[in-house]
């Protein structure tokens, strides 16, 4: 298929796309580069896959060197005209959506950047969607929407309806913009909650890309809650695994959906949430521990409190996509750390 990856000069754009590429799909990329952390890794990111994106002018195409069924071009999703006018010039016929505003900590000093990107932004994919006759969009969500929720481990099927940051508000809006549009134009979408991403080219406001570079370089880690915090760290080769899987399987309307029921993971619609996640969740202070132990430098620990906008802890159930599309995480924390410090030990030349 011809397909559109927003955010692919991003972290998990930029897998995703080299996966569909090599999967035989013609890739179409976009992305805004912006300065949220160092572009100088949005570049490289893209580089890597043989675009050459420096000095680029906006909404103008750029075919790769690496791969002839490879273009992209650097805009806002804010910027309806243009973006529906590369839908239509390229043809596209399916979508991933993985731009957004990302962090939890940076909504809560620019909370307009979230509702410009993830909410105006989306709602021009939606748009773009519905006028070009789309097959099938596949957008990301986060483990973060569950909020408050307290029923462990998560179940897409649960209750979202107390996020704690407005990045997480933000996405369940995308959740519920997708399902109107689903309802009302009969658009396949399927959302995936993301948990926890990690894996060489990763973020840099990120918790391993942060732990690793604060003790290769003797400043102290900062470990929040005490280190009394669970998270379901997933490897990013098994994201995209989940995300190709998702972009191959149609969500189907279910038949047998009752609003009573209260699974708000499907619909009478052809919408569909799924959890993408490892379904083992790990202690913060064993992850800092397997760092050290990669690296072979103990951590300076600074122990801080509990931050606004995060959550304890982070579980993911995967039943329903591990049985609806095959899905098996298959990457174990300690071979995910080497892979990522022997990436980062790479790409900054130590």
């Not at 890794?41 to 000095?55: Q, S, T, V």
């Amino acid at each position: 298929m011809r397909i559109l990856i927003t955010g692919t000069a991003g972290f998990i754009g930029f897998h995703t796309a080299e996966r569909l590429l090599k999967d035989g799909h013609t890739v179409v990329g976009f992305d805004s580069i912006n300065d949220y952390y160092d572009p100088s890794l949005k570049m490289a990111r893209l580089k890597a896959g043989g675009i050459e994106a420096a000095n680029a002018p906006a909404y103008t195409k750029i075919a790769s060197t690496k791969y002839s069924s490879s273009s992209f071009y650097k805009g806002e999703l804010e910027n309806k005209a243009e973006l529906e006018r590369i839908f239509k010039e390229e043809g596209i016929e399916a979508v991933v959506n993985l731009a957004a505003q990302a962090g939890v900590r940076y909504s809560l000093i620019n909370p307009e950047v979230y509702i410009r990107s993830n909410i105006n932004g989306f709602g021009n994919i939606l748009e773009c969607c519905r006028l070009c006759n789309i097959k099938h969009l596949v957008y990301a969500s986060s483990s973060s929407v569950y909020g408050l929720n307290d029923s462990i481990p998560f179940k897409t099927s649960d209750y979202t309806d107390h996020p704690v940051s407005l990045y997480a508000a933000s996405k369940k809006s995308n959740e519920l913009m997708a399902h109107v549009y689903s309802h009302l134009f009969n658009l396949p979408a399927t959302g995936l909650r993301f948990f926890t991403v990690y894996g060489p080219w990763g973020r840099p406001d990120m918790a391993l890309f942060l732990f690793t570079d604060a003790i290769i370089k003797g400043k102290p880690v900062h470990v929040y809650n005490e280190g009394k915090m669970l998270r379901d760290f997933t490897y990013i080769d098994d994201i995209t695994d989940g995300i190709v899987r998702a972009v191959n399987t149609m969500p189907q309307k279910n038949a047998l959906w009752k609003q009573s029921d209260s699974d708000n993971s499907s619909s009478s619609a052809p919408y569909k949430v799924y959890n993408i996640g490892n379904n083992k969740p790990v202690n913060l202070l064993d992850f800092i521990e397997a760092i050290e132990q990669e690296l072979g430098i103990p951590a300076r620990k600074e122990f801080l409190p509990l931050q606004p906008g995060d959550v304890l802890t982070t579980f993911a159930d995967i039943d329903d996509i591990k049985r609806d599309l095959g899905y098996h995480p298959k990457t174990s924390i300690k071979e995910g750390i080497k892979k990522f410090i022997d990436w980062y030990k790479e790409y900054y030349k130590i």
